[in-house]
């Protein structure tokens, strides 16, 4: 039997993975940020564990990890839910624009830096081999 | 965001300096008027292509376990990004598997995604389309079927023009071509 369609693999055929190049860096600045925010909690730091009970258990520890590391984005109720459990406002844990937009422009090197290792190791196949700038064959 | 009518006439535009005269479009012929060479790379089943600049050399790679119609529909992607985006380097994903050609026509048929939400692949996409299913070829094409069409005869525009199923019948859609739905 053929797969059935469903509108995820409808897209998937269609559309290629959205992906402007600042949300990576917006997603692990927010993620720096509520790290920051974990760690100078008063009276003291908290464990992502704790951090995650304290959110009503909305965001479960692995989420809040994924997020810390810039892997996962978070929705508005989640910043809301994560603010009141660090008991801050949810703008200390929004980077400013310029922060987030400031991104260099997405060459090669800079997009190799920033992905998994599959595609990094995708891009090097398809630059071949092609000598980089400050090659040595110079 | 450019116009669906902008992007159509960049293909057409294309097509006609690159000397495609009728389907299937040789898309290889085109990246090479782009001088654009095709490197077809073995990659992770999610990743279906990437195009590199350097410098004034334009390399598209393209994953090689894919089916011939992806890759060609990846290539003018990957084209679309060149002529629209000037994109120094991208990397294209997928989500899923792709279903295999030839089912559920009339599923797909109804359904108009909005998932992709970064308008330059939307671009790329519709690019791709055109370049790949120009209108005029189309509507060249079209003399010899009636109206409207039902599935054997998506099946066989497919194949005329050497895309998917999928991709024909999303294109015929768009391009409001009736067709047959009745029946399933």
């Known amino acids: 039997m053929l797969p059935r369609l469903t509108s995820a693999n409808v897209a998937a055929i269609f559309f290629s993975m959205p992906q402007p190049v600042w949300w990576k860096s917006l997603n692990l600045l927010v993620g720096q940020r509520l790290q920051r925010n974990r760690h100078s909690a008063s009276p003291k730091p908290l464990t992502q564990q704790e951090l995650s009970e304290r959110t009503e258990s909305t965001l479960s520890r692995s989420s809040i990890a994924s997020i810390e590391r810039g892997l996962q984005g978070i929705s508005l109720a989640q910043l809301y839910a994560l603010a009141k459990a660090l008991n801050v406002e949810p703008s200390d844990l929004l980077p400013s624009g310029g922060e987030v937009f400031a991104t260099p422009k997405e060459g090669v090197e800079e997009l190799v830096r920033t992905s998994s290792p599959a595609v990094a190791t995708f891009l090097r196949k398809v630059q071949g081999t092609r000598t980089k700038k400050g090659g040595a064959n110079a | ?184």
Request: net charge neutral; hydrophobic share 45%; aromatic share 4%.
């Open chain 2, 1 to 184: 965001m450019l116009s669906i009518e902008k992007i159509e006439r960049r293909a057409r535009q294309l097509l006609s300096d690159a000397k495609v005269t009728g389907p299937a479009v040789d898309v290889r012929a085109v990246a090479k008027f782009l001088r654009a060479s095709i490197r077809p790379v073995e990659a992770d089943e999610n990743i279906s292509g990437a195009i590199v600049r350097e410098g004034d050399q334009i390399t598209i790679g393209i994953n090689s376990a894919h089916p011939i119609t992806r890759k060609r529909f990846t290539i003018a992607h990957e084209l679309g990004h060149l002529v629209l985006h000037d994109a120094e380097a991208k990397v294209d994903h997928r989500y899923a598997q792709a279903p295999r050609d030839g089912i559920q026509l009339a599923a797909l048929r109804n359904r108009v995604s909005s998932e992709a939400v970064d308008p330059r692949e939307i671009e790329a996409n519709r690019f791709a389309a055109s370049l790949l299913m120009p209108a005029h070829f189309l509507e060249g094409s079209l003399h010899s079927y009636k109206l409207p069409l039902g599935d054997a005869d998506i099946i066989r525009l497919a194949r005329e023009y050497n895309v998917s199923v999928q991709a024909m019948n999303y294109r015929l859609m768009n391009l409001g071509v009736p067709v047959d739905v009745a029946g399933h």
